[in-house]
């Protein structure tokens, strides 16, 4: 029994410094935004959807700055596909190639979460994104609660999502 007690402090020793290095970088690389207030987007998903209605929605928001050409994102996107069934997701195709390409792209890959193209990475910018991908967690007021950059897990992301409901 007393092997086992060691083994499960170990782990969990192990899994409190993972989260607070990984609490550490995300301060360090998260983007300093002058407002905490979800910026006013307007416009349409690649899927069609008005993004004042996807916006509009109730609970907390994941916004999503990722790339087509992004190796950690393409690590990411089935969390996102996971994630997107229970909150409202938007994410942001940042310097991806046409819509029709993105499409394609996510086609080959299974997801359909909604998508707004950045072909120029003006929105990345206006959002001060410089990591692939970043993440930010919006509460049902439109408050920034979470800024994730790199790769993040589907629990996490649900997690971080449950807390600013």
């Known amino acids: 029994m ?25 301060y360090i690389r998260a983007p300093k935004l002058p407002d905490t207030r979800l910026p006013r987007l307007s416009g349409h998903t690649l899927q069609g959807e008005s993004l004042k209605t996807l ?9 999503q700055f990722w790339g087509t050409w992004c190796p950690v994102c393409r690590q990411e996107i089935d969390n996102i596909e996971r994630v997107a069934r229970h909150y409202p997701v938007l994410t942001i195709a940042v310097e991806s190639g046409s819509d029709a390409k ?60 449950k807390l600013a409901e």
């Open 55 to 63: 916006l509009g929605k109730s609970g907390p928001l994941l916004i």
């Open 2 to 26: 007393g092997k086992w007690v060691g083994v499960i402090k170990k782990v969990f020793l192990f899994l409190i410094t993972f989260f607070l290095l990984s609490t550490l970088f995300d």
């Open 102 to 161: 993105i499409r394609q792209w996510m086609k080959k890959r299974g997801v359909d979460f909604p998508v707004l193209s950045d072909p120029s990475g003006r929105l990345a910018k206006r959002f001060g994104v410089s990591v692939y991908p970043t993440s930010f967690i919006y509460d049902s007021r439109g408050t920034l609660k979470f800024t994730l950059t790199g790769y993040t897990t589907t629990l996490g992301l649900l997690a971080r999502l």
